[in-house]
């Protein structure tokens, strides 16, 4: 693990997840760029200390030497870190799991992608909420035609975390993401827009091909963004919007997206994560609850009998279960089951960084209609 080290957020909710279903262990880590920290923090969570390591770069190329040495490595850190450590890993033949956004620039990004295929690696970008069963289920009834032809889409993400100037108030997590050179270009936009994006794409299965876009910063003294609107144009025909703001409040996480077919529709709210609203025209609405889901890619995703809660934890869980099948499938020469295939992969941190670019285009040229690249 890269990152994660005391007082983080998402590297201890990584370790939960990779646990889960008994395919990871924990061997090694870089957890800061402080080295006593770094120390602290993998002995705190019960690593050998020769294996708490006080830079990546020493990690990966220790590690890469030992015989029992880590053969997946995990990025936690923030944005402006994932491309590099993540062009060590691949250089030194390690398998990756990173977080999003994948890179701080779409060129950053392309780099990747085309080292990684050169590789044979595996590589995971934990867009978690890929790995709910509702979303599964959602993403196989888009394919099997249920919806018709996708007309309308809306994805929103709202939080008002960010509804104050946090970070000048030394915030560990508010700091990173409101600064440039940590958090790249985008704030809001980076942060949670680029899960928006992604969630739309995933399960939609149409490609955004324009985007006209503004980004605001309200906050003063903010030095990104902290709101992103876009108007979408898609593959097909489809029209649809997407905002994002972190400064909306009384709104913590609410990763909604809505999908308008020719016939039918679909919704789904990030808060109740367990259900899926299922509306064919001229029916009523259906609410497709976890456990009673047919398709095989959320039986998958399922773990507890339904009425037990799952929710947040299985869905990066998840994303640790796909990227395990993955690998023993490359071990054992067999072809992987679909829903494993059905995990986040490079190529899509890579879109989410030719969103950013699109909107960003957008937005300086005066809120203009942009292709993606
Ligand atoms: P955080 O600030 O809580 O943790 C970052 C960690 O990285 C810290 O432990 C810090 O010490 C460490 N770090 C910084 N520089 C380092 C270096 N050079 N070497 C090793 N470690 C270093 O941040 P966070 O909220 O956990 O976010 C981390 C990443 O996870 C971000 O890219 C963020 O976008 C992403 N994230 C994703 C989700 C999701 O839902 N998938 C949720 C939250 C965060």
Redesign the pocket.
């Known amino acids: 693990m890269?990152?994660?080290?005391?007082?983080?957020?998402?590297?201890a909710a990584h370790r939960v997840a990779a646990r889960l279903d008994d395919q990871f262990e924990l061997v090694a880590g870089?957890?800061?760029?402080?080295p006593e920290?770094?120390l602290a923090?993998g002995i705190a969570i019960g690593l050998p200390g020769e294996r708490c390591y006080g830079?990546?770069e020493q990690m990966v190329a220790s590690e890469a030497q030992r015989q029992d040495g880590a053969e997946v490595v995990v990025i936690?850190?923030?944005?402006h870190?994932?491309a590099e450590v993540a062009t060590a890993c691949l250089q030194h033949g390690r398998d990756v799991i990173c977080?999003?956004?994948l890179a701080v620039s779409l060129a950053q990004a392309d780099a990747l992608v085309q080292l990684a295929a050169t590789q044979q690696r595996l590589f995971t970008v934990?867009?978690?909420y890929a790995g709910y069963p509702a979303i599964r289920h959602a993403r196989e009834l888009v394919a099997s035609g249920a919806l018709g032809e996708l007309r309308v889409v809306q994805v929103e993400y709202a939080q008002d975390w960010l509804a104050t100037g946090l970070e000048h108030n030394g915030h560990?997590?508010a700091g990173?993401r409101t600064d440039p050179a940590q958090a790249g270009p985008a704030g809001a936009l980076g942060?949670i827009g680029t899960?928006a994006f992604h969630l739309l794409s995933y399960v939609g299965g149409i490609a955004v091909e324009q985007l006209c876009a503004e980004v605001h910063t309200f906050v003063p003294g903010r030095q990104l963004d902290d709101h992103v609107q876009a108007m979408l144009r898609l593959q097909g025909g489809a029209r649809g919007m997407l905002w994002a703001s972190q400064v909306v409040t009384g709104e913590h996480n609410a990763l909604r997206l809505r999908l308008y077919g020719s016939r039918g529709s679909l919704r789904f709210d990030q808060e109740v994560p367990d259900s899926l609203w299922f509306a064919p025209l001229g029916e009523p609405t259906q609410r497709l609850r976890r456990g009673a889901l047919k398709s095989p890619s959320a039986a998958a995703a399922t773990r507890l009998p339904p009425g037990h809660p799952e929710g947040w934890y299985e869905a990066?869980a998840q994303l640790y279960r796909d990227f395990a099948e993955l690998w023993h499938a490359r071990a054992e020469a067999r072809v992987p089951p679909p829903w494993a295939l059905a995990t986040p992969q490079l190529h899509d941190g890579r879109q989410g960084l030719a969103f950013i670019d699109a909107v960003l285009r957008s937005h300086r040229a005066g809120q203009c209609w942009v292709s993606l690249q």
């Open positions: 890269v990152g994660g080290g005391e007082g983080s957020f998402i590297g870089a957890f800061s760029s402080d920290r770094a923090s830079g990546f936690v850190t923030p944005n870190l994932h977080e999003k956004p934990t867009h978690t560990k997590q990173w942060d899960h990066l």
